[in-house]
């Protein structure tokens, strides 16, 4: 799986109101994402007491708003991740510009580093790589259909819209572990769509820099 850089899942998408989305985006707590310049609505998150972070759960934005994604991740997104990770909304204002990033440590660049994502509205087009040379490399537009990308490459997008984008993704624990079911769904995928492969590609020398440097803040309305 290592040679995925973007690849279509054979796997039903999710649909949520766009207007009560907004409407969770601002006016309910939220997360700030400095590094990637934009915030995530938490679904499946961790809270913290006194530095001790207690197992995952169901957020109240979750039961209350957004319930669907419970049944959703249980049929859909458990059978190829196992237990349920973190689970958040990125949520990126209308003309925003999101900043390059990797979406890991240093420590772990080598692993496979596929990330689950899938643009509940808004376009996957702009999505993009950095190429050897820096220069953007975009994503197709799938519209909806779910996605793995590699999160360990250099990456952003931009959303020059009058509308948010908003996408589901799948964060920690989570380490794409090739358990049967991800591996069947990965090669069922390749099959049946187009997808990017990373092999011939090359990192620009100075890639370091785009580790993320500042940590995930509360951000309170």
Same mark, same amino acid.
């Given at each position: 799986?290592?040679?995925?850089?973007?690849?279509?899942?054979?796997?039903?998408?999710?649909?949520?109101?766009?207007?009560?989305?907004?409407?969770?985006?601002?006016?309910?707590?939220?997360?700030?994402?400095?590094?990637?310049?934009?915030?995530?609505?938490?679904?499946?998150?961790?809270?913290?007491?006194?530095?001790?972070?207690?197992?995952?759960?169901?957020?109240?934005?979750?039961?209350?708003?957004?319930?669907?994604?419970? *049944?959703?991740? @249980?049929?859909?997104?458990? !059978?190829?991740? %196992?237990?349920? $990770?973190?689970? /958040?909304?990125?949520?990126? &204002?209308?003309?925003?510009?999101?900043?390059?990033?990797?979406?890991?440590?240093?420590?772990?660049?080598?692993?496979?580093?596929?990330?689950?994502?899938?643009?509940?509205?808004?376009?996957?087009?702009?999505?993009?790589?950095?190429? *050897?040379?820096? @220069?953007?490399?975009?994503? !197709?537009?799938? %519209?909806?259909? $779910?996605?793995? /990308?590699?999160?360990?490459? &250099?990456?952003?997008?931009?959303?020059?819209?009058?509308?948010?984008?908003?996408?589901?993704?799948?964060?920690?624990?989570?380490?794409?572990?090739?358990?049967?079911?991800?591996?069947?769904?990965?090669?069922?995928?390749?099959?049946?769509?187009?997808?990017?492969?990373?092999?011939?590609?090359?990192?620009?020398?100075?890639?370091?820099?785009?580790?993320?440097?500042? &940590?995930?803040?509360?951000?309170?309305?």
């Amino acid at each position: 799986m290592k040679d995925i850089l973007f690849l279509p899942l054979d796997i039903p998408y999710l649909t949520l109101d766009y207007d009560k989305l907004v409407s969770v985006a601002q006016t309910l707590d939220t997360i700030a994402d400095e590094y990637r310049n934009c915030e995530h609505i938490p679904i499946r998150w961790t809270k913290s007491v006194n530095n001790v972070y207690n197992k995952l759960e169901w957020t109240d934005i979750t039961h209350n708003e957004f319930p669907e994604i419970i *049944e959703y991740a @249980e049929q859909h997104l458990k !059978p190829f991740v %196992g237990e349920i $990770p973190r689970i /958040m909304i990125i949520t990126t &204002p209308p003309n925003t510009e999101g900043f390059d990033h990797i979406d890991c440590s240093p420590k772990s660049f080598d692993d496979v580093q596929l990330k689950f994502r899938s643009v509940l509205h808004g376009k996957t087009s702009t999505l993009y790589f950095l190429n *050897e040379q820096g @220069e953007r490399e975009y994503a !197709p537009e799938i %519209g909806q259909q $779910p996605f793995l /990308m590699d999160g360990g490459w &250099p990456h952003g997008l931009d959303n020059f819209t009058n509308k948010y984008k908003f996408t589901l993704a799948i964060g920690a624990p989570w380490a794409c572990e090739p358990i049967p079911e991800l591996v069947e769904l990965v090669a069922e995928s390749k099959l049946r769509y187009e997808w990017q492969d990373k092999s011939g590609m090359r990192l620009m020398p100075d890639y370091e820099k785009y580790f993320r440097k500042k &940590p995930l803040k509360a951000l309170v309305k």
